[in-house]
């Protein structure tokens, strides 16, 4: 035995283990839930322009096979630059444009657009059957890996950012999968299954990187995943420890080939835009130009009202107890945790564009909230005695409701109190840089919307929506317009209907006149399958 971790007695669950049929039913299930209910709270249009110039890319592919888009640009935040040849790029990654590139293919620019609100629910409700898989994976019991799960995915911002066209349900989607194929890998007993658990990892990641290249940050951790594995569990349980470097080689290789095509593409992409596979767009943008002073930023990401992600996901502080316990379960695991947190914080609490607004709490690192909430499947306090049950009933709901005042309107509805608090518009790295506006607790975003909750829903059919300056809503709409000023889409965006009733697509149908025997169909057909994997998974939970 290696580095102290825990004897194969101390590393078996305290119940049976969980079968493999019973594992895989038990996330298809979990994935069933999940999805249903993202989809009855899913977003009617895009809620940010990072997604509008996305799928503007998707577009520009499926129609003219070409990567420019139309000249586009928002006062402090240019969203297009011009290449080597003169033509307008997108800023971003081409990930997400490629998950948008088979629907406009397929159905054409209109329905494209509307088939890439479908996008973020179905991720991230993979996103967090992942979680839930590696939790079983470990040996934790279903009733537990479940539980957790849908704590992640509804006391902590995974259920906005399921709605949303940023790129979150991105990242936890593959980061998520990541962790899923490492500890999938580490406990493999043939070398077919280890190589295929890594090169899913590694599919995944590679992807991430082609979204986002700044998800290079995750790759220390995986590499401490490794060495953790390699030096600190007994042989008898670990691959990583229990076969020759010659084997961790030959199972390293499967990752070459998604490595390099993820780098290809990359770099290619770069070449395109700007001339040099090396130069990034990002990396000279305002936005994440360091700040010089990173305890500022790291205080905001941590302790502040507006930003500090245990204010969004409290659930990270009921976990702290877990810690421990997870650490003799797999060391790993909770190694890999803990750098990815030290990396993806200590990178963005030195930028400019820290708190990523306009966003839902804190978005640049938002992705890890399912990654922090892993040590409560171990934790004894919020599951044990009737203290703990009751205080973790209660923060819990509460954060429920906080997540759920998120879910029912434009969740950057904060963003017009700015205004009023700065006696201008805001104009995104120059509201970061303002580091005391985010301890104004009472003009924050958490108070804003919990005020508007009742009356959003209560006047959800009340009023007719304001109707948009002409043209405006035609172009919003129409994300391909060729003339489209995104501060004219940005005025629709802060209409009525936005920030005065519940920003769901139901909603949004009956309030335009689609015909209410359609939408109470649909509506059915989503609380069906809800209610379906709800007992699927109780049944499950009951038997293992």
Request: glycine share 6%.
């Given at each position: 035995m290696r580095g102290g971790a825990g004897s194969p007695a101390e590393a078996a669950p305290a119940h049976a283990r969980v079968t493999g049929s019973t594992s895989e039913a038990a996330a298809r299930a979990l994935f069933l839930l999940l999805l249903s209910v993202f989809l009855l709270t899913a977003s009617p249009r895009a809620d940010t322009l990072d997604g509008i110039v996305r799928f503007a890319v998707a577009q520009s592919l499926a129609e003219r096979g070409a990567f420019d888009i139309p000249f586009l640009e928002i006062p402090d935040m240019p969203l297009t630059s011009t290449g080597p040849d003169g033509k307008h790029y997108a800023y971003w990654g081409l990930g997400q444009s490629l998950l948008y590139l088979p629907g406009v293919l397929l159905a054409g620019r209109d329905w494209g657009y509307r088939l890439a609100n479908l996008?973020?629910?179905?991720?991230?409700?993979?996103?967090?059957?992942?979680?839930?898989?590696?939790?079983?994976?470990?040996?934790?019991?279903?009733?537990?890996?479940?539980?957790?799960?849908?704590?992640?995915?509804f006391t902590t911002p995974m259920w906005v950012y399921s709605r949303s066209w940023f790129e979150v349900s991105i990242e936890a989607f593959c980061f998520n999968g990541v962790l899923l194929g490492l500890?999938?890998?580490?406990?493999?007993?043939s070398a077919g299954v280890a190589?295929?658990?890594?090169?899913?990892?590694?599919?995944?990641?590679?992807?991430?990187?082609?979204?986002?290249?700044?998800?290079?940050?995750?790759?220390?951790?995986?590499?401490?995943?490794?060495?953790?594995?390699?030096?600190?569990?007994?042989p008898a349980s670990s691959r990583a420890a229990r076969?020759?470097?010659?084997?961790?080689?030959?199972?390293?290789?499967?990752?070459?080939?998604?490595?390099?095509?993820?780098?290809?593409?990359m770099l290619a992409y770069n070449h395109l835009r700007t001339g040099s596979a090396f130069s990034f767009y990002l990396a000279s943008h305002v936005q994440f130009v360091y700040a010089g002073d990173r305890r500022l930023g790291l205080a905001g990401l941590l302790v502040?009202?507006?930003?500090?992600?245990?204010?969004?996901?409290?659930?990270?502080?009921?976990?702290?107890?877990?810690?421990?316990?997870?650490?003799?379960?797999?060391?790993?695991?909770?190694?890999?945790?803990?750098?990815?947190?030290?990396?993806?914080?200590?990178?963005?609490?030195?930028?400019?564009f820290w708190s990523g607004d306009r966003a839902w709490g804190p978005r640049y690192v938002a992705w890890l909230c399912p990654w922090l909430c892993l040590p409560l499947a171990f934790a004894r306090f919020p599951?044990?005695?009737?203290?703990?049950?009751?205080?973790?009933?209660?923060?819990?709901?509460?954060?429920?409701?906080?997540?759920?005042?998120?879910?029912?309107?434009?969740?950057?509805?904060?963003?017009?109190?700015?205004?009023?608090?700065?006696?201008?518009?805001?104009?995104?790295?120059?509201?970061?840089?303002?580091?005391?506006?985010?301890?104004?607790?009472?003009?924050g975003p958490i108070p804003a919307h919990l005020t508007r909750l009742v009356p959003t829903w209560r006047d959800a059919f009340r009023f007719v929506p304001e109707p948009a300056p002409p043209g405006l809503m035609a172009q919003w709409d129409d994300p391909g317009h060729p003339r489209m000023d995104p501060r004219d889409a940005e005025r629709c965006m802060l209409g009525y209907d936005l920030?005065?009733?519940?920003?769901?697509?139901?909603?949004?149908?009956?309030?335009?006149?689609?015909?209410?025997?359609?939408?109470?169909?649909?509506?059915?057909?989503?609380?069906?399958?809800?209610?379906?994997?709800?007992?699927?998974?109780?049944?499950?939970?009951?038997?293992?």
């Open positions: 996008v973020s629910p179905v991720l991230m409700a993979a996103a967090l059957a992942f979680l839930a898989r590696a939790l079983l994976a470990l040996g934790v019991g279903c009733r537990r890996s479940v539980a957790v799960a849908l704590v992640a995915a500890v999938r890998w580490n406990a493999a007993t190589r295929r658990s890594l090169a899913f990892a590694a599919a995944l990641l590679a992807f991430a990187v082609v979204t986002r290249p700044v998800s290079v940050l995750l790759l220390p951790a995986v590499a401490a995943f490794v060495v953790a594995a390699r030096w600190w569990i007994d076969v020759g470097w010659a084997e961790l080689a030959r199972d390293a290789l499967v990752a070459v080939p998604f490595a390099v095509a993820g780098a290809a593409t502040s009202p507006w930003k500090s992600i245990f204010v969004y996901a409290p659930a990270i502080l009921l976990a702290l107890d877990g810690w421990p316990a997870l650490w003799r379960r797999s060391p790993a695991v909770t190694v890999a945790v803990a750098v990815a947190a030290v990396c993806y914080f200590g990178f963005y609490s030195g930028v400019v599951w044990n005695g009737r203290a703990g049950r009751a205080v973790t009933a209660l923060v819990l709901s509460f954060a429920a409701v906080v997540e759920f005042a998120g879910v029912s309107a434009w969740c950057i509805r904060y963003q017009n109190i700015l205004e009023r608090v700065e006696g201008r518009p805001p104009l995104y790295a120059a509201v970061s840089t303002n580091y005391d506006l985010y301890y104004r607790v009472l003009d920030f005065n009733v519940p920003f769901v697509w139901w909603v949004a149908a009956l309030r335009h006149g689609v015909p209410a025997e359609s939408v109470c169909a649909g509506l059915t057909a989503l609380l069906a399958g809800a209610a379906w994997a709800g007992l699927r998974l109780r049944a499950l939970a009951a038997a293992g």
